[in-house]
């Protein structure tokens, strides 16, 4: 929700308009959520979320109508623990983070599992994936791995690319 008393810093001539609501409070459980951890949209203005309460991926079409739920709570293939990012790749595919497993799962744009890669990053974030101006997909990671004891305020990271 957003409130403003005055004209804002960009002057009158700008002004929020709602374009689409997903979720409730009360009703249908495919459209309430607990913690989103990130959400992404597809080409074709599929939304995608992640929410880690509970676990879930869904899908929504461009009118914000529910389409189904993608894989589910488990360690198998296409199954998650914990998940923290989303992103869209190029060929449509959708990539999730699944920092319960410490992977990184690809899912079509229909929501067929098609392939999954361990990536132990040291790293949790919402951030974790780019798409360069090539193309390359890129997951974030720390330089080296975190030493008990030692805090570091600034820990270096890189990116890996995924391929």
């Keep these: 929700m957003v409130r403003s008393s005055g004209p804002g810093a960009w002057g009158a001539a700008l002004s929020l308009v709602e374009e689409l609501r997903i979720g409730q409070v009360e009703g249908d459980e495919i459209y309430s959520f607990g913690r989103v951890t990130d959400l992404t949209v597809g080409k074709d203005g599929s939304i995608f979320t992640a929410d880690i309460n509970p676990t879930s991926l869904r899908k929504y079409d461009a009118e914000g109508r529910f389409v189904r739920v993608i894989g589910r709570v488990g360690e198998g293939p296409g199954e998650y623990r914990r998940l923290t990012a989303i992103a869209l790749l190029p060929n449509d595919n959708i990539a999730v983070r699944d920092d319960g497993l410490g ?38 990671a720390r330089a080296r791995p975190v030493q008990l004891g030692v805090f570091e305020l600034d820990r270096p990271m890189v990116w890996i690319r995924i391929k």
Aim: proline share 3%.
């Design 103 to 140: 992977r990184v799962t690809i899912y079509n744009p229909q929501g067929e599992y098609q392939s999954s890669l361990e990536v132990r990053t040291g790293y949790s974030a919402a951030d974790i994936f780019r798409i360069d101006e090539l193309g390359n997909f890129l997951v974030k």
